[in-house]
């Protein structure tokens, strides 16, 4: 099992950047693969990106490709989502997940933070 929570959320202005951090606690931290999601106001929550256990492998969605990269660093048992070019439309709640394997499907992620808010001015 894994505890996550997330930082480094705030308020940006569009076109800048910010990096959200997800700090996991748990001896089996190396062996998930990991997520970020998010959720707007009244919308459903998206999948936003992945990264495997390794690190080898990355995926993301098309509204942030390009713009958003994740990575992590298991010794320090650390994911981050740096989010350059960010637009109003990127303001959510966004949240750290650990899943079994890379997935972009949510509901393969067993373990959750409690999010931390990214809002976007235009």
């Known amino acids: 099992q894994v505890q996550l929570e997330e930082s480094g959320g705030g308020l940006v202005q569009a076109g800048g950047s910010l990096r959200v951090t997800c700090a996991a606690s748990?001896?089996?931290?190396?062996?998930?693969?990991m997520g970020w999601f998010r959720q707007a106001p009244g919308k459903e929550r998206e999948f936003v990106a992945a990264i495997s256990w390794s690190g080898a492998r990355t995926y993301y969605a098309d509204s942030v490709k390009g713009r958003f990269t994740i990575s992590r660093d298991n010794a320090k048992n650390t994911v981050y989502l740096r989010m350059n070019s960010l637009k109003p439309e990127d303001t959510a709640v966004y949240y750290c997940a650990a899943s079994s394997g890379t997935s972009k499907n949510e509901y393969d992620y067993d373990y959750w933070g409690q999010g931390t808010q990214v809002t976007v001015s235009s």
């Open positions: 748990g001896r089996t931290f190396s062996g998930y693969a």
